[in-house]
C-alpha cells in the first residue's frame, strides 16, 4: 500500500507538529492582533483628540475672521441714520427752539449724505436750521459746546447732546470759534482706521 508504514508514520509526526506550530502561531497571532490594534486604537485617539484640537482651533480662528471681517465693514461703512434713530431723534428734539449750523466736507460724498440725513431729522423736528458745506478738511463728527453768556454750556447744546447719544450716534465735542449760543454740527470725513 501507499505510502509505506514509515512515511505514514513521518507524514503523521509531521502534520502533528505543523498543527501544534500552527496552533502556537495562531495564538501569537491572536495575541498580536489584539495588543497591536489595542495600540493603533490608543494612536488614533491620540490623533483624533489632535485633529478635534486643530479643527477647535481653526473655527476660532474662522470666528474670529467673522467677527474682523465685521469690525471692518462697520468701519468703512458709510454712516447713516437708521429709521429708528431717525424716528427717535426727531421725536426728542420736537417743539424745541433752537437754531442748529450742520457743516460738512462739500467733497466727501459720506459725509454730506449723513449731513443730509441729520438735516432732514433736525427738519422734521421743527428745528432752524443752517448749513455750510465749504470745508476741505475736516475729520469726525462734531458738536459744538454753544456756550452760553456765562461760559457754560448751553441748555438747547445739553439737549441736542443728549438727543443724539440716545439714539447712539457718538460724537466729540467741539469748541469751535463760534458766536455764544450758537449750536454747530460738524460732520468732517470718517477717521481712518488706523
Known amino acids: 500500500m501507499w505510502p509505506s508504514e514509515a512515511w505514514a508514520t513521518w507524514l503523521y509526526d509531521a502534520a502533528n507538529i505543523a498543527l501544534i506550530v500552527g496552533l ?18 490608543a494612536y488614533l485617539k491620540k490623533d483624533l483628540a489632535s485633529t478635534n484640537a486643530r479643527a477647535a482651533a481653526l473655527s476660532n480662528d474662522a470666528a474670529q475672521a467673522r467677527l474682523e471681517q465685521e469690525r471692518l465693514k462697520a468701519a468703512v461703512a458709510w454712516r447713516r441714520l437708521s429709521l429708528p434713530q431717525y424716528t427717535s431723534l426727531v421725536s426728542a428734539l420736537k417743539g424745541r427752539h433752537m437754531k442748529v449750523w450742520v457743516e460738512w466736507v462739500d467733497s466727501d460724498p459720506e ?84
Not at 502556537?24 to 486604537?41: C, H, P, Y
Open 111 to 194: 459725509s454730506t449724505q449723513f449731513a443730509d440725513d441729520i438735516l432732514r431729522a433736525l427738519g422734521a423736528a421743527g428745528l432752524e436750521t443752517h448749513v455750510f458745506h465749504g470745508y476741505e478738511r475736516a475729520v469726525g463728527f462734531r458738536i459744538s459746546l454753544g456756550l452760553s453768556e456765562n461760559g457754560k454750556i448751553s441748555e438747547n447744546a445739553k439737549i441736542l447732546k443728549e438727543a443724539f447719544s440716545s439714539v447712539g450716534l457718538h460724537f466729540e465735542d467741539w469748541e469751535g470759534r463760534y458766536p455764544k449760543n450758537e449750536i454747530h454740527i460738524l460732520v468732517g470725513t470718517k477717521a481712518p482706521l488706523f
Open 24 to 41: 502556537i502561531t495562531g495564538a501569537i497571532a491572536t495575541v498580536l492582533i489584539v495588543w497591536m490594534g489595542n495600540i493603533k486604537e
